[in-house]
Every structure is written in structure tokens, then in C-alpha cells.
């Protein structure tokens, strides 16, 4: 997939399909959009997701984080087999720039676009003037065809990244994954830890340190599965601060595999969450928190007995 940050370097050399917006999370709306942009490709157009760097400063939740990671976004899109994905830089040109403009400047003439798909309720251009009646009454002067597609709703509840992102802070591990239509997950590189888990708890763990731009969940432990360059195993995760061990300055992700004696150090796994089991809580002694991760393993294990 190519991959385009430079705004001087976006000056396509062939017909695309193009679909616009944020795409925190990729949730199941989004993934209509690229469903659909995807069919281009019968047309001979390549498919194009345009985006923003920096979304969180046009957010109306004001919560910091993203759903997913920049490089996370990129993985994704292109196993979903989008051919050309172009992060803007939202500088002020970019944001003072008229609607007008921007379709004919950056849309139909660096994109070349001949079709684009957007939601319903998209805006764009100078104080978001731009909307999708604009769109339909200049695809008739730039000879493109526009497909705008209704939000998407789950239980009388519109799918958006607003609503996913309360969820996810809430720890509704089940609810975020039925409105992403996949796992929640954070990717990272496996690092050295305090061996406390292997030397003192026979318990050793995967830890990685999610992105700073990563949003995580409440701390605590979680059901989940690890992707590994040896294969996917079952597992339960901590994220948090370790308070009973202590000397931790920012959240990690601790994870125990189940039936896995690996070495893991310096890949890259991912780690996809299920549910919540409990939060997280500093034990008076180490033989406490060894007991409670025996009961917090026994829980995944009966989790996944149960939802096989």
C-alpha cells in the first residue's frame, strides 16, 4: 500500500475511488466506506483513503488517544485492500481552504478522483461548509460519481468513534468490539521486564508499552487473545502501573499466555481484548498477587471454555 504524509508528494497517476474522513478505529461505518470504495476496483480504480494527521484537535469529545495508532490505521487499511492511503497534514492552508477548492484542487485533480463515498453526515472545507449536497452538485462540472451512504446503527445507537471511545473507557470490552466488528487490540514490541512474573510468580509475561497516541482502557486485567510470530494463544493481560511491585512510570501491558514457554523478546505482538475481569490493586505480598493471578488465569480459562 502506498503512503502519502507529504502533501507535495499527492499527485496521483491514475483513476481512483476515494473515500474521506477520520477513520479513529475503523469501525464497522467505516468499513462500508471502504467496502465500497474497494468495488472501484471492478471500474479499474484504485482504492484511496484520505485522512488527517492530528484529528484529535478536531474532535468535539475532546478525549485524547486514538482508537488506533497511526501505524495501526495503516496495517489495517491495507489488509482490507486499500491500495493508497493519504494522511493531510491539517495545517492552515488545509483548514482555511473553501470547499470549492478542495474538490477541485486536492479531490479531482491530485486524487483523480471518479468516484468518492462518504457518509451522510461528512462536512468539509473552511468552517466545514462543505457538505454532501455540495459534493452531489459539483460531481455533475468534475464528472465523478458520488455514493453517500447512511450512518450505521446497533441497537437503535449510531455507530460512531465518539461513542466507542466512552466504551472503551469504561472497560465495555464486549460492546467496543461489537461496534469496531473486530477485537479491540494494542500492538507493540515485547521488552524486558522484572522478571518477576518468570522468577518469582512461575507466571511469565509478555510486556510491551502501547503508543503514547494509543486511547487504553481502565487499567486492570483483561481476557485476551496474542498474536505471535509463533502462532495466536489465549491469555490474560494487566494494564497498569504494577502497584505492587512499583517503579513503573507510565501504563504497560503485562500478558501471560497460556500453554506458551516462547521467547518473545523484541517481536512484535498484538494483544486483543475481550472483556474485563477486574481492576487493578496492590497486594500486601507477592504469594497475594501470585493467587490472584492463579484465579485471574482459571477466569480465562473459563471464559474461553465457555465462548469457544
Known amino acids: 500500500m502506498k ?20 477513520f479513529d478505529g475503523i469501525h464497522i461505518g467505516h468499513q462500508l466506506l471502504i467496502r465500497e470504495i474497494l468495488e472501484g476496483t471492478k471500474q479499474g480504480l484504485k482504492p484511496v483513503v484520505f485522512t488527517f494527521s492530528f484529528i484529535e484537535k478536531i474532535r468535539k469529545d475532546h478525549v485524547e488517544g486514538n482508537l488506533l495508532t497511526e501505524e495501526e490505521k495503516r496495517n489495517f487499511l491495507e489488509d ?4 493508497v492511503m493519504i494522511t493531510y497534514p ?17 479531490l479531482c485533480k ?53 461513542i466507542i471511545r466512552q466504551e472503551l473507557l469504561e ?33 511469565p509475561t509478555a510486556n510491551i508499552y502501547p ?25 490474560i493481560t494487566n494494564i497498569g502501573y504494577k502497584p505492587t511491585i512499583g517503579g513503573e512510570t507510565r501504563p504497560g501491558v503485562e500478558t501471560y499466555l497460556f500453554d506458551f514457554d516462547g521467547d518473545l523478546y ?8 475481550y472483556t474485563f475481569e477486574r481492576g487493578e490493586y496492590k497486594y500486601d505480598s507477592l504469594e497475594e498477587l501470585k493467587e490472584q493471578m492463579f484465579r485471574d488465569k482459571d477466569f480465562g480459562k473459563k471464559y474461553f471454555e465457555m465462548n469457544r
Open 3 to 22: 503512503y502519502i504524509t507529504n502533501k507535495d508528494e499527492i499527485s496521483l497517476e491514475y483513476d481512483t475511488a476515494v473515500t474521506l474522513g477520520k
Open 80 to 83: 482490507l485492500g486499500v491500495q
Open 90 to 106: 491539517l495545517d492552515d492552508e488545509m483548514r482555511h481552504m473553501q470547499p470549492e477548492a478542495f474538490v477541485e484542487q486536492i
Open 110 to 162: 491530485k486524487l483523480r478522483a471518479k468516484k468518492v463515498v462518504v457518509g451522510s453526515d461528512f462536512a468539509f472545507g473552511y468552517q466545514r461548509k462543505g457538505d454532501v449536497i455540495l459534493l452531489e452538485k459539483l460531481s455533475g462540472v468534475y464528472g465523478y460519481e458520488l455514493v453517500v451512504l447512511d450512518k450505521v446503527a446497533m441497537e437503535d445507537q449510531v455507530v460512531s468513534s465518539t
Open 171 to 203: 472497560g465495555h470490552m464486549e460492546k467496543v468490539n461489537s461496534l469496531l466488528g473486530r477485537c479491540y487490540s494494542i500492538e507493540g514490541t515485547v521488552v524486558h521486564g522484572n522478571q518477576i512474573g518468570r522468577k518469582l510468580l512461575s507466571m
Open 211 to 235: 503508543s503514547f497516541e494509543k486511547l487504553l482502557p481502565p487499567n486492570g486485567v483483561y481476557v485476551t487473545t496474542i498474536e505471535t510470530k509463533f502462532g495466536k494463544y489465549e491469555g
Open 266 to 273: 523484541g517481536q512484535v505482538i498484538k494483544v486483543n481484548f
